[in-house]
């Protein structure tokens, strides 16, 4: 598996974490950096310089089951992205970074010292390499909901990030934060989709080690206790590591990324586990994901990705699965991107004919 690759990285680190993840700007499906200043963007006077507005909105065409006879087809025309991002910067230590739509997070950031910042409201949450698109599975699931965590993750709760090394060679960032935590219904398997409960609270932070400009790593945990008496726990905890392009300089080599992560849910719950099969009742849910992108095709970029999904270690069910993603990847412009892919969906149990192909028209600005 995945992990067994970033364990180790892992183990190496300290685990808290930094602010935006290095990408690269012709991935279609990301938000990795939308705090940076978006095409287009003029600077003509001092409102330009106080207030950034960007967006991204897209339209997505889709077929399931695109092999199939016709009658198990199911064709669909959906929006996934309709974003309106607004940065506000009325002082050199104040910022306001807000998702003004559908308000998926917003964030009040306040300068402490240089290097050093604490954040509150609806935050992203500081856990893997990005706070959108959580690919933990090896696809992006339904949008939003996500297959293990969600694919854009904000919760209300504050943070503080700060700089703890900054060398020619080495830099490394960290977050610690405070959210809503967890919650599960008694007797059923803690998900982490549907967000937090307003009466618990989570804790956790991440650490970002960047050796170079073309090798990053991330350790992620957080903690929360639940249930009735709050006598049941949950360690969520993960690892993200991005080889970038040019890492290697050899031909073929120097137009390649790799991005992988895993992320580790451990849960103790006494009305889940049977004693008999854990008598401490600890259970563990788990999710991954390896991507190659090649970039040395004129016009287009080719990717690979596959992950996998254990729902829950107790048994082996439909909701454990593998997915095999290939897709095309094509910047028109500094405004306009094409994506076309295909997933093949495969369920540990029984398989079902759910394979996707979809073609994604994205504008930005």
């Known amino acids: 598996m995945v992990h067994r ?6 183990l190496s680190s300290v685990l808290i ?3 935006f993840a290095q990408v690269d700007s012709t991935e279609v499906i990301t938000f990795d950096e939308v705090g940076d200043e978006a095409p287009g963007i003029n600077t003509q006077s001092s409102w330009t310089d106080m207030i950034h507005v960007s967006g991204r909105f897209d339209v997505v065409m889709e077929v399931e089951n695109p092999t199939k006879e ?10 996934y992205h309709k974003f309106l991002f607004l940065k506000v910067t009325p002082t050199d230590r104040i910022t306001l970074d807000a998702e003004v739509l559908d308000l998926s997070y917003y964030e009040l950031q306040y300068e402490l010292a240089e290097g050093v910042s604490v954040r509150a409201g609806k935050i992203w949450v500081p856990f893997g390499a990005t706070p959108f698109h959580h690919y933990y599975g090896g696809a992006q699931g339904d949008p939003f909901d996500g297959l293990f965590l969600p694919n854009v993750w904000s919760e209300f709760g504050a943070s503080v990030s700060g700089t703890i090394l900054n060398g020619s060679t080495l830099h490394a960032e960290a977050d610690a934060y405070v959210i809503r935590g967890f919650e599960a219904d008694s007797g059923a398997v803690l998900q982490f989709t549907g967000g937090g409960a307003d009466d618990r609270f ?9 050796i170079g400009e073309k090798l990053s790593i991330w350790g992620s ?11 049941n726990e949950v360690l969520l905890w993960g690892g993200d590591v991005l080889a970038d392009y040019g890492l290697v300089d050899l031909p073929a080599l120097r137009d390649l990324r790799l991005r992988a992560a895993f992320a580790r849910a451990e ?27 090649y970039r040395g095709i004129p016009y287009v970029q080719p990717r690979l990705r596959f992950g996998s ?19 095309l990847l094509s910047r028109l412009g500094r405004n306009l991107m094409l994506l076309a892919e295909y997933q093949f969906n495969l369920e540990e149990v029984n398989e079902i004919d759910n394979d996707l192909f979809r073609f994604q028209v994205v504008f930005e600005f």
């Not at 989570?202 to 960047?210: D, I, K, S």
């Open 221 to 231: 945990v957080l903690y929360n206790r639940f249930g009735a008496e709050s006598d």
């Open 202 to 210: 989570a804790v956790g932070g991440r650490t970002r080690l960047g």
């Open 17 to 19: 974490g930094p602010s």
């Open 5 to 10: 690759l970033l364990a180790t990285v892992l």
């Open 70 to 79: 016709a009658d198990v087809q199911e064709a669909r025309v959906r929006n």
């Open 309 to 327: 999904v254990i729902d829950f270690d107790d048994r082996i069910t439909n909701q454990d699965s593998h997915t095999w993603d290939l897709a």
């Open 267 to 293: 849960v103790r719950d006494d009305t889940v586990v049977d004693p008999l099969v854990n008598p401490d009742f600890w259970y563990f849910r788990y999710g991954d994901y390896a991507e190659l992108t």
